[in-house]
Nanobody, 122 residues
């Protein structure tokens, strides 16, 4: 059974940076697309970024140019720069077998983590 564990969340001032990690176990990420999603209080969950099984990447328009997704062995990272108050949310990672990054936000994901809280103060 695959598992995903997020870490790296915290409190940061607007304009600052954080790096989130998503550690996978029980499966190899090489043949999975790994996506980052977020859910702010009172809002729907939304896709943030995804790295495909071929290492192609995709970003939501709201984070393009500020966030960078990368993969190293069985861990996927989300480097978040120039953070804004509207980036405040619980960030979750999820995995889908043989996924394509540009379609990531539309898949039914195979595994989900429990999330890590990011709070950006203005």
């Amino acid at each position: 059974e695959g598992q995903l564990v997020e870490s790296g969340g915290g409190l940061v001032q607007a304009g600052g940076s954080l790096r989130l990690s998503c550690a996978a176990s029980g499966f190899t990420t090489d043949d999975h697309a790994i996506g980052w999603f977020r859910q702010a209080p009172g809002k729907e969950r939304e896709g943030v970024s995804c790295i495909g099984s071929g290492d192609n990447t995709y970003y939501a328009a709201s984070v393009e140019g500020r966030f960078t997704i990368s993969r190293d062995k069985n861990t996927v990272y989300l480097q978040m720069n120039s953070l804004k108050s509207e980036d405040t949310a619980v960030y979750l990672c999820a995995a889908v077998h043989r996924g394509i990054a540009s379609l990531c936000f539309h898949y039914t994901m195979d595994y989900w983590g429990k999330g890590t809280l990011v709070t950006v103060s203005s």
